[in-house]
C-alpha cells in the first residue's frame, strides 16, 4: 500500500470563493459576460478536421473576423486546406516581453447519439439535479445569469474553444479600462491538434519571425480537480507500438492441433507478463533510468493537493500500482501500457481454433528523462532477452522451421516529453500572477500525465509553460462535453491579470 496525500478539504474550501464572477459589474465581468454570446455562436460551428476541411475553413474564417472585430491584427496562416489563425495586440513594444498564446480550434470526433441533447453543436446550459443534469434556458447564459456551477454542453465548449475565447474577452476588457498590456501578446491558433496531421512545427517554421516570442503559453489541459487556480510545467511524451506473436501459418483445428501446435495468443501472454512485476513496476531492464527527483521537485509533488483515497473510489479500484509515492509521483515516471489485444474471436463468433497470431497494441508514456526511442529499443531487447526472434512483417519459411518464438515489433515514438524547470522565469511571472489575481496560492504541477504539441513549438526557442483554465471534469474528447459556467469567468480574470503584469525573462542570480 502506498502513502496517500493529505485530503485536501482544506482545498475545497476554496470553491466558494474561486472560480466564480466578481460580484462588482467590473470591466472583466462586463466583458466576459458580452463575449457569451459569441462564445456559442462559435460553439454552433461543427470543427471536425478528419470530417471535412470545409468546417475548419470556417472556423478559421470566423475566429480571424471575430479578433479583427475586436480591434486586433489577425490573419490566416497557410496550412494547406486547414489554416491556422495569428492574431496580435494592435502595438508590440520594443520594451516588453513577447508572449505567444497556444490554443487550438479543432475538436475532437463525435458520436451525436451518445450526447443527452440534440447535437454535440447545439450548446445547452444545464444544471445538477439528482445525480444528473437538467436543462436550463439558454437565455440565462446569455443574459449573464447563469449561476458559476451551471454547465454549457457542446464539443470543444472547454477543449479549447472556451480559451479561444477568453483571450478575446481578457483583451476587450483592456481596451474598456482604456490601458494597455505589460506584455506584447501573440497567438497562435491550431486547426490540428485533434485531428491530425500536425503540422504546427511546420507551420511554425514558416513563421518563425512573426512568432517570435519570449515564452510560450498553451491554453490546453484541464486544470487540478480542486478548481484552485494551475500552472503546469510539462507534460509526459509517448511511443506506441504492435507486437505480434506468431504460430502456425494458419488458424488450426484446436482437437486436432491442441498440445501439439504452439498458442501464439498463450505466448503473447505469457510474454506480456514479464514486462511488469506483481506492483505494477516495469521490469525491463533500464527502463526507469535516469528519473531522478530532486527536492523541489518532491516538494512541488507534495503540494499538490491530491486526495487519493479519492481518486481510487472515482476511478473503482481498490488500491493504485505502486510506481511512486504519490499519484503525481507516478505520472513523472514512465509507463508501460497494453492498449488492446487481438487474437482471433471471442463471444458469438468464438471458435474451436488456435489463432495463427495474436497482437497486443502497447502505449508507453515518456518522460524527459527516457525518450522515445530509447524505451522501444530496450523493449525490443527486452523480448529478445525472452527468446523471441523478431522478424519485421510476416516471418519467412525458412524463419518459421527455424525460430520456436517468432514476433514483429513495429511502431515507434510519438511527441517527445517536455518539462520547463521549476524555477523558470516564466513559472514564476505566471504563478504569481494567479496568486495576486485570485489571492489563492496556484497548484504547480511538475509534469502533466496527457500530452500536447509542444514540440511543434520548440523551434522557437522559448520556454514552453500550460496554463489549464477549464474544469477537471469537462469530459473532453468524450460524449457531454461541458464547460462550468465559473470557470470561464475566472478564465477571463486569469489572462487579464498576465496581461497587466510585466514579464522579465532573465533568470535570477
Not at 241 to 250: K, S
Not at 378 to 394: F, S
Request: aromatic share 8%; charged share 20%.
Amino acid at each position: 500500500m502506498r502513502l496517500l496525500h493529505r485530503p485536501f478539504l482544506a482545498a475545497l474550501a476554496l470553491l466558494s470563493c474561486l472560480a466564480q464572477p466578481a460580484l462588482a459589474d467590473t470591466p472583466v465581468e462586463a466583458a466576459t459576460r458580452d463575449s457569451l454570446r459569441e462564445w456559442v455562436a462559435f460553439l454552433r460551428l461543427p470543427n471536425i478536421t478528419k470530417r471535412s476541411t470545409a468546417e475548419i475553413r470556417a472556423n478559421a474564417d470566423w475566429i480571424e473576423a471575430a479578433f479583427q472585430r475586436y480591434g486586433y491584427t489577425a490573419r490566416q496562416l497557410e496550412d494547406g486546406e486547414t489554416p491556422m489563425v495569428y492574431a496580435a495586440w494592435p502595438t508590440q513594444s520594443p520594451d516588453r516581453k513577447t508572449v505567444l498564446f497556444y490554443a487550438h480550434m479543432d475538436g475532437q470526433a463525435v458520436k451525436p447519439e451518445e450526447w443527452d441533447q440534440e447535437s454535440p453543436f447545439s450548446p445547452v446550459l444545464k444544471a445538477k439535479a439528482d445525480g444528473g443534469w437538467t436543462d436550463l434556458p439558454l437565455d440565462r447564459l446569455l443574459n449573464g445569469e447563469a449561476d458559476p456551477e451551471d454547465r454549457l454542453f457542446a464539443r470543444s465548449a472547454a477543449d479549447d474553444k472556451a480559451p479561444i475565447m477568453m483571450l478575446l474577452a481578457a483583451m476587450n476588457a483592456l481596451k474598456a479600462e482604456g490601458r494597455e498590456p505589460a506584455i506584447n501578446i501573440k497567438i497562435l491558433l491550431d486547426s490540428h491538434e485533434e485531428g491530425g496531421p500536425p503540422t504546427l512545427k511546420d507551420v511554425v517554421k514558416r513563421n518563425a519571425d512573426l512568432l517570435a516570442a519570449d515564452a510560450v503559453i498553451m491554453l490546453d489541459g484541464p486544470m487540478h480537480i480542486s478548481n484552485r487556480p494551475t500552472v503546469v510545467y510539462g507534460h509526459r511524451g509517448g511511443a506506441g507500438v504492435e507486437l505480434t506473436v506468431f504460430g502456425a501459418r494458419t488458424e488450426l483445428h484446436s482437437g486436432h492441433y491442441g498440445n501439439y501446435s504452439p498458442n501464439p495468443a498463450q505466448l503473447l501472454a505469457e510474454l506480456l507478463a514479464t514486462f511488469k512485476d506483481e506492483c505494477g513496476r516495469v521490469t525491463v531492464a533500464g527502463f526507469y533510468d535516469g528519473v531522478v527527483f530532486d527536492e523541489e521537485t518532491k516538494a512541488a509533488f507534495a503540494s499538490v493537493p491530491d486526495d487519493e483515497a479519492a481518486i481510487n473510489a472515482r476511478l473503482g479500484i481498490a488500491e493504485a500500482d505502486c510506481v511512486g509515492l504519490s499519484y503525481q509521483e507516478a505520472i513523472n515516471y514512465p509507463s508501460f501500457n497494453i492498449a488492446g489485444l487481438k487474437a482471433a474471436d471471442v463471444g458469438t463468433n468464438r471458435r474451436t481454433i488456435i489463432p495463427e497470431y495474436a497482437t497486443a497494441a502497447i502505449g508507453m508514456r515518456t518522460v524527459p528523462a527516457t525518450p522515445p526511442e530509447r524505451l522501444i529499443a530496450l523493449v525490443r531487447t527486452h523480448i529478445e532477452a525472452q527468446g523471441y526472434h523478431l522478424v519485421d512483417g510476416e516471418p519467412t519459411e525458412e524463419e518459421r522451421l527455424k525460430y520456436p518464438r517468432l514476433a514483429s515489433m513495429k511502431g515507434g515514438g510519438g511527441g517527445k516529453a517536455l518539462q520547463t524547470p521549476l524555477g523558470a522565469p516564466v513559472g514564476k511571472w505566471i504563478t504569481a500572477s494567479l496568486k495576486e489575481t485570485f489571492n489563492a496560492e496556484p497548484v504547480r504541477i511538475p509534469l502533466m500525465g496527457g500530452s500536447v504539441p509542444t514540440s511543434g513549438l520548440l523551434s522557437l526557442g522559448a520556454p514552453i509553460m500550460l496554463l489549464p483554465l477549464v474544469n477537471a471534469d469537462n469530459n473532453q474528447h468524450a460524449a457531454n462535453e461541458n464547460m462550468r459556467v465559473g470557470n470561464y469567468y475566472d478564465g477571463v480574470r486569469a489572462l487579464h491579470g498576465l496581461f497587466l503584469r510585466p514579464f522579465d525573462a532573465t533568470p535570477a542570480d
